[in-house]
Structures are given as structure tokens and as C-alpha cells.
């Protein structure tokens, strides 16, 4: 599997199919039990390497944020961002926010936001560092559907906007068919299925891909295509 720099990479498939294992693997908080994970022309993960996960330049955002409740806003952005002058630091961190749209949020706490502010917030943090790779797993679960068709054009658009390389996680396939310029196709571990998202919907290479996609879903298509 191969992302190319400044793609979206869609991953599905059902649950337990590995999806999450993936981003972790990638990530550097699981070790592959075998082959190679490279970032960049670097390698991460292999019979001889493993690089830790705070070395590897990669930003992720985890199912619901997962910011750091004790930290305001700010705190939780300029995280990553160690080793800097803290002017350097702080202006990033307000850049961020100033791109996510909550300036006015810096001061407070993850438990004073919403639930797509949250969302919005860890993706700020994800992308402070200026990661070769964000993954992103299941960032639009539990929202409502409004919330979520919300957020996920804001995620898109930021994620755009800075030209990011992005693997999403999602079981909802149609935020994957909006959000992604491929599809990755997970069944037990292993990747059964890959490439642009029409081809993937109209020619699903077997029946399990086939009954991963709603028949409703292909009206996003012409969003993606």
C-alpha cells in the first residue's frame, strides 16, 4: 500500500478488519510483526528498525480528540511542540487555531467544547508540528448527523488547505466516499481492494466490497470524481 504525498486515503471495511491496527502500525504505537513501514523515503518499521512514535513526524487524531483535560485550548496545541522558543511555539498554535476557526477558544478547556470542536482542536494539535503524514481514526464518530456532515467538510477543507498527506479511518462509507481521493479496502487483515473511489463503488472486486457500500452512497460520487 502506498500513499502518495498530499493524498486522502480512505480505509474501510468491517469491523475488526484491521483498520485501526493499521494507523497504529503507521503511527508507532504497534509493531508490525512483519514487513516495512516507511515514511517518507525513511524507514519506521522493519526487522531491523522501529522507530519511536514521537520521532516519526506523524500527527494523528484519535476517535473523539482525545485532548488533554487538565490543558486550556492552547496548551493542548502547542503540545508537540517542544524544543521550539515559546514565541515560535505560541504563534504556531495560533495559527492553527486561527485555521480551524476557534481563535476565541484558546483559553479554554476540552470539556467546555463541543464535540466538533474537539475534533477541530486535535486536528490543530495533529497538524502544529507540520507531520509528513496525519491519520485520522474514525474522527466523525458520534456526532449527529448534521454535526457530522459539518465537521467533515471542515476537516476536509483544512486538510486541503495545507496540502496534508491524510490516512482517515472511517466504518462510514460514505464520509470516505466525500473525504478521500482513494479507497483501501480492509477484510481481516488484509488489504483487499485499492484504488480512486469510483472505481472502487462500481467495480468492487468481490461481494464483500460490494456489501461494504450503501446503495445511497453513490450520490456523494460526483463530490469526489
Request: glycine residues 10%; proline residues 6%; contains cysteine.
Amino acid at each position: 500500500l502506498v500513499i502518495k504525498e498530499g493524498e486522502i486515503l480512505g480505509v474501510v471495511g468491517a469491523s475488526g478488519s484491521g483498520k485501526t491496527t493499521l494507523i497504529r502500525m503507521i503511527a508507532g504505537l504497534e509493531k508490525p510483526s512483519a514487513g516495512e513501514i516507511s515514511v517518507g523515503n525513511r524507514v519506521v518499521a522493519g526487522p531491523k528498525d522501529f522507530v519511536r512514535a514521537e520521532k516519526r513526524g506523524v500527527g494523528l487524531v484519535f476517535q473523539e480528540g482525545a485532548l488533554f483535560p487538565h490543558m486550556t485550548v492552547l496548551n493542548n496545541v502547542t503540545y508537540g511542540l517542544h524544543g521550539l522558543p515559546k514565541s515560535v511555539r505560541m504563534g504556531k498554535a495560533e495559527e492553527m487555531l486561527a485555521m480551524v476557526g476557534l481563535p476565541h477558544k484558546r483559553l479554554s478547556y476540552p470539556h467546555e467544547l463541543s464535540g466538533g470542536e474537539r475534533q477541530r482542536i486535535a486536528l490543530a494539535r495533529a497538524l502544529a508540528p507540520d507531520p509528513e503524514v496525519v491519520l485520522l481514526d474514525e474522527p466523525f464518530s458520534n456526532l449527529d448527523p448534521s454535526l457530522r456532515a459539518y465537521l467533515r467538510n471542515q476537516l476536509l477543507d483544512i486538510i486541503r488547505r495545507v496540502g496534508a498527506t491524510a490516512v482517515v479511518v472511517t466504518h462510514d462509507v460514505l464520509d470516505a466516499l466525500i473525504i478521500a481521493d482513494r479507497l483501501a479496502v480492509f477484510r481481516e487483515g488484509i488489504l483487499v481492494q485499492c484504488g480512486p473511489n469510483d472505481e472502487v463503488y462500481h467495480s468492487p472486486k468481490d461481494a464483500y466490497c460490494a456489501r461494504l457500500f450503501r446503495r445511497d452512497a453513490a450520490s456523494a460520487l460526483p463530490r469526489v470524481v
